[in-house]
């Protein structure tokens, strides 16, 4: 997962300072509670996937073990579940909400690109999880935008807007009905 990152490290430097202007927005500013919060956020959200990863090894090992593999059900899952009711209380700012809602995303992103990456490298999940290449790829993008908030302290979507959500949601969409029309 961290050579992904480097990877979408170095291409989303350039895909960020490549947006046309009309897709700009006017930066909101985030407060330093965000900034510090939003660094506690991600690292939760990097050790939730890793440890859905290590959990779904133990289950292969010892499908007999009742322990659910999902992301959200591991400790760093439920940890996020708490600092988001916690952050809630804390904001007021329109920057500081839309941030939350980055991250918030940022996490469900996670979430669907661990449930991609076991539908393709393991053949007995191909058909449990629906295909969604498309939306998984936001996961880093989103990951490296959130990071670039923190840094600047300025809310600015950029490639992780919910335009493309939905426009990768489509692509997702679209892929699964073709595979269902090839179903005999």
């Known amino acids: 997962m961290k050579q992904l990152f480097a990877a979408v490290l170095i291409f989303s430097g350039l895909a960020f300072g ?24 991600l690292d939760y959200v990097d050790k939730m996937y890793d440890q859905a990863v290590q959990d779904q090894i133990v289950f292969d090992r010892d499908p ?7 992301p959200n059900d591991n400790a760093y899952g439920m940890a996020l579940t708490d600092l988001e009711n916690h952050i809630e209380i804390n904001i007021k700012s329109g920057g500081d909400k839309r941030f939350l809602a980055l991250l918030e995303n940022t ?3 996670a979430q669907i690109a661990y449930f991609e990456e076991q539908r393709t490298t393991d053949p007995k999940y191909k058909n449990i999880f629906p295909p969604s290449p498309e939306i ?8 490296m935008q959130a990071h670039l908030i ?13 335009e ?12 699964k009905e073709k595979q269902n029309e090839a179903k005999p």
């Open 18 to 41: 490549q947006q046309p202007k009309a897709l700009k927005e006017k930066p909101l500013p985030i407060s330093h509670y965000m900034q510090e919060v939003g660094l506690h956020y």
């Open 64 to 70: 007999l073990n009742n322990e659910s593999v999902r």
């Open 107 to 109: 996490r469900a992103y």
């Open 136 to 143: 998984a790829k936001m996961y880093p993008v989103c990951f």
């Open 150 to 162: 923190i840094r600047t302290a300025e809310f600015n979507q950029g490639d992780c807007s919910i």
């Open 164 to 175: 493309k959500a939905d426009k990768a949601t489509k692509a997702d969409k679209t892929l």
